[in-house]
Nanobody
């Protein structure tokens, strides 16, 4: 199982930016997809963005499209989520997840490896 460790969360004012990092244990994940999900109390964990190792193809939920950018630095074994123009509704615990295979999936149940989460708070 892939080990994932998130970092970079914090508190920021609306309109600000944060960059989350997800460091993975394996040197290559050439048949994997890594995704970011987020969760607020009382709600289900929801898809934010995903990227594949091979094609670097990225996908985003409509709520973050145009504001968030996912990227993968293979040399550093790290997936990043650059978050710009943050809104109070982006406040959540953000989780990094990985699944074997490059088939597109926004379903949290498809992902078997999870990080511990990092808190993001956006104040108005």
């Amino acid at each position: 199982q892939v080990q994932l460790v998130e970092s970079g969360g914090g508190m920021v004012q609306a309109g600000g930016s944060l960059t989350l990092s997800c460091a993975h244990s394996e040197r290559t994940l050439d048949t994997f997809t890594v995704a970011w999900f987020r969760q607020t109390p009382g709600k289900e964990r929801e898809f934010v963005s995903r990227i594949t190792w091979t094609s670097q193809h990225a996908a985003y939920d409509d709520s973050v499209k145009g504001r968030f950018t996912i990227s993968w630095d293979k040399a550093k074994n790290t997936v990043y989520l650059q978050m710009n123009s943050l809104k109070p509704e982006d406040t959540a615990v953000y989780y990094c997840a990985a699944k074997y295979g490059i088939a597109a999936s926004d379903n949290r149940n498809s992902y078997r490896s999870w990080g511990q989460g990092t808190q993001v708070i956006v104040s108005s």
